[in-house]
C-alpha cells in the first residue's frame, strides 16, 4: 500500500509491480443541476479528478446511483447514465458495472480504477519551500449552485459554471506531471482553502495565497455578499480556521469563496519556481484557460496558511 487511510490523500495507492500500481477511489453527489444529463457529466468527471490529482491514468469504473422509483421517472436516470458515460468515453475509460438502491434522494457517482507508476505518482503532501501554486479553475461554484437553487442565477452563468463542473482535469494532470511537480490535490467539497490545508497540515512547510491572483467566477462575490452561502462553507471555515492568517484587510464574503465548497473543481499543483511559468503556458495553450499561479510554499509559518490581498 503506498497510500493509505492514514495519508487522507485523494485516493488510494496499491503497488502490484516495480512499474506499476493501481489507484482507486469513489465519489457520488446529489444534484447540483437541473438538467439530468449534465448532472451525469459532472458527477462522473468529479470522481474522475482524483485519479487525476494523483498523476494517474483512470481505466474503468462502476457506476454507484441511488434514485427515488416512486417520485422520479425512470427516464432521468437513463439521462444520468448516459451523461456519466458520456465523460468517461471522453477520458477514455471503460464502464465495466455498477450498482443501485432505491433511495428517497438522487445520488450519483462512480468508483473509479486508474494505473500510475509508482514512482511518478502525485501526492498531497510532496511540495518543497520555494513552489509556486498553480490552480487550474476559478472559485465559486458552491455559491453560484446555491443560487441557482434559488432562482437567482441567469442562464449564461448557469451554462458557465456546468462547463467549468463537466470539464476534466485530464489535461492538467498530464501537463503537470510531464512539469515534474511535487504535490497536487484536486478542490472539491471542503473548498480551496479546506484542501490547501491538507498539502501543509502537520508539516514543516507554510504557504501563501494571494487573493487578488486567484481566478474566482465574477457573480461568486456578490451572491456570497447576497448571503447565499452553502452550510458547508460553514463548516469548512470551522474545520480549518486554525490554520488560516490573514495579511491585510480579507473580507468575510472572500473568505467564504475561499472556503466554498466545489464540485469538480481544478488542481491545486505545487510546482518548482523554474518551471511554473512554462507549465502554466502550457496550460493555457491546452484550453486550461483560467489557471494561474496563486500562491507558494515557505518555510514560516509551519503548517499554515497566511491569506493575503
Known amino acids: 500500500m503506498l497510500v493509505g487511510l492514514e495519508r487522507g490523500d485523494d485516493a488510494g495507492v496499491y503497488k502490484l509491480s516495480d512499474d506499476l500500481a493501481i489507484i482507486q477511489t469513489v465519489d457520488f ?7 439530468p444529463h449534465t448532472f451525469g457529466q459532472v458527477a462522473a468527471a468529479n470522481a474522475l479528478s ?18 427515488p422509483v416512486k417520485s422520479q421517472d425512470i427516464s ?10 458520456t465523460k468517461m468515453h471522453e477520458a477514455g475509460v471503460t464502464l465495466v458495472g455498477g450498482h443501485s438502491v432505491e433511495d428517497d434522494e438522487l445520488k450519483y457517482g462512480l468508483a473509479v480504477t486508474g494505473v500510475v507508476h509508482p514512482l511518478k505518482m502525485v501526492t498531497r503532501d510532496g511540495a518543497r519551500v520555494g513552489d509556486r501554486l498553480i490552480l487550474t479553475k476559478p ?11 434559488g432562482g437567482m442565477a441567469e442562464q449564461q452563468t448557469i451554462d458557465r459554471v456546468a462547463g467549468l463542473m463537466t470539464a476534466l482535469n485530464r489535461t492538467a494532470s498530464e501537463l503537470m506531471t510531464e512539469a515534474g511537480c511535487h504535490a497536487c490535490t484536486d478542490i472539491t467539497g471542503f473548498g480551496f482553502l479546506g484542501h490547501a490545508s491538507g498539502m501543509v497540515e502537520d508539516s514543516s512547510l507554510g504557504m501563501e495565497v494571494s487573493v487578488s491572483a486567484i481566478p474566482t467566477l465574477p457573480e461568486a462575490k456578490g451572491f456570497a455578499e447576497m448571503g447565499l452561502v452553502p452550510a458547508g462553507t460553514y463548516r469548512n471555515r470551522e474545520f480549518r480556521s486554525d490554520m488560516i492568517e490573514t495579511a ?9 469563496i475561499l472556503f466554498d465548497p466545489q464540485t469538480s473543481g481544478g488542481l491545486l499543483i505545487a510546482v518548482p519556481a523554474e518551471t511554473a511559468g ?26 499554515k496558511i497566511v491569506i493575503k490581498e
Open 76 to 85: 432521468v436516470l437513463n439521462a444520468i447514465l448516459r451523461g456519466g458515460l
Open 50 to 67: 482524483d485519479v487525476y490529482a494523483m498523476g494517474g491514468r483512470p481505466l474503468t469504473a462502476m457506476n454507484v446511483v441511488c434514485f
Open 29 to 35: 453527489i446529489t444534484p447540483i443541476v437541473d438538467d
Open 248 to 256: 491585510g484587510d480579507i473580507s468575510d464574503d472572500v473568505m467564504n
Open 278 to 303: 512554462v507549465l502554466l503556458q502550457n496550460l493555457h495553450q491546452r484550453g486550461v484557460a483560467e489557471a494561474a499561479i496563486v500562491g507558494a510554499i515557505t518555510a514560516e509559518p509551519k503548517g
Open 139 to 149: 472559485l465559486g461554484t458552491g455559491l453560484v449552485s446555491t443560487a441557482v437553487k
